[in-house]
């Protein structure tokens, strides 16, 4: 059996040798997008969003406001002389998001008038958008609090009652496992295993469906002595080593060398990926088992994978979904690896935060025991379409 097992994974390692492809997808592949998204956020928080700025009023006030916006760290003003044309920029993403200051703006404020400013934001851009809304928002609050401040001085009211009217309570922030607010750790822990689950899925249904496609599976057959056991044991074997290493490599690489927060521990985070990737093998399998056309499979592979990113709960938490979407999210392997990685990284609550994600995981193992029989069957009667 062990002979057998070993002909098997040396033909394997014999095709990704002639094959380079399958090196080219998968390390190639991870380490171009970790280039990517590592570089992309290399500063942390993005800053100088373009914001438009159309200034109705041209008051010493209306200057003020505007100033202090440019000087936050995430805004960049552009000014604009009529609306339109702020518009049309924010249409064609030139800028994230535009302030209307009207005409009597300061007058307004000098009556105890209300003003009314408009701001219009572009949330196509998901995080530029949601960043200009903020930092327009904090900009409006505090020129608020200023114009409160200045009645109140002018009243007599001395400066301890004037803050405890303009901010009668006060918060204190302290955000868990990433004070500096840095987009990296919240985005990057979770893409780059997400990119990773997504090459495993795709690989392994291209791995086991190429058999079918070039006519080879008979060959693999014959070489177990008819067992689809051994067959996919030995031929997934290679491929699990790889990405194993891929996976490790990048746990090393966010947590080592980059002192991405952890609170807990390094060698657990090592087991998440280890799971990560034999459960994203097992469905990629079950895939290729359920469709043995590989096109169709690898369709099929390619929207689970997508998917994931936005059901894993990383970018949207999923209790704000509605509730069959919720139960839809269980079926990605990347969505039990983000819950495991938040109780790892952030609260280090080792084996008792994490141990249902384990199982979870675990349990993506029995999927190829499903339709087993179908792939063996299109193995030994190659009656499926192989274009």
């Known amino acids: 059996m062990m002979k057998t097992l070993w002909n098997v994974i040396r033909r394997e390692m014999l095709i990704i040798r002639k094959r380079p492809v399958y090196l080219l997808a998968s390390v190639g592949a991870l380490a171009v997008n970790a280039l990517f998204y590592l570089s992309f956020f290399q500063d942390g928080l993005p800053h100088d969003l373009p914001i438009g700025i159309v200034d109705e009023d041209h008051s010493s006030t209306s200057r003020t406001f505007a100033d202090q916006l440019d000087a936050t760290q995430l805004g960049k003003v ?140 008979r060959h693999l057959m014959r070489t177990t002595g008819g067992s689809i056991e051994l067959a996919l044991l030995g031929k997934l074997f290679p491929y699990n080593i790889i990405f194993t290493l891929l996976g490790i490599g990048l746990e090393l690489l966010l947590f080592h060398w980059l002192k991405y927060p952890l609170d807990g521990s390094l060698w657990w985070m090592f087991l998440d990926v280890l799971l990560l990737v034999s459960a994203s093998e097992a469905l990629g399998l079950f895939i290729i088992e359920l469709f043995p056309v590989l096109r169709i499979a690898i369709s099929v592979g390619a929207i689970i994978s997508v998917l994931a990113f936005s059901l894993s709960g990383f970018s949207l938490p999923v209790e704000a979904m509605p509730p069959y979407v919720q139960g839809f999210s269980a079926i990605f392997p990347l969505r039990h690896y983000y819950l495991f990685h938040v109780q790892e990284t952030i609260w280090g609550s080792g084996f008792s935060g994490w141990w249902q994600e384990v199982i979870h995981l675990l349990l993506f193992m029995f999927l190829p025991a499903v339709f087993m029989k179908r792939l063996e069957a299109a193995y030994v009667m190659q009656d499926y379409e192989r274009d």
């Not at 404020?109 to 934001?121: E, F, L, S, T, W």
């Not at 791995?207 to 599976?217: C, D, F, I, Q």
């Open 78 to 217: 552009i000014y604009y002389d009529d609306l339109h044309r702020a518009r049309a920029d924010m249409q064609t993403g030139k800028i994230t998001a535009f302030v209307v200051l009207p005409k009597g703006f300061n007058a307004d404020i000098q009556a105890n008038r209300q003003p009314h400013i408009g701001y219009y934001v572009n949330s196509l851009y998901f995080v530029g958008g949601a960043l200009a809304y903020k930092d327009i928002l904090t900009m409006v609050n505090l020129t608020n609090g200023a114009v409160q401040r200045q009645v109140l001085r002018a009243k007599g009211v001395n400066e301890r009652e004037i803050m405890n009217r303009i901010q009668p309570i006060v918060l204190d922030q302290h955000q868990i496992g990433n004070p500096t607010t840095n987009y990296g750790v919240y985005l990057n822990g979770v893409i780059l295993p997400g990119v990773l689950e997504m090459i495993v899925i795709l690989i392994t249904i291209y791995a086991v469906g190429s058999e079918l496609k070039y006519g080879t599976s």
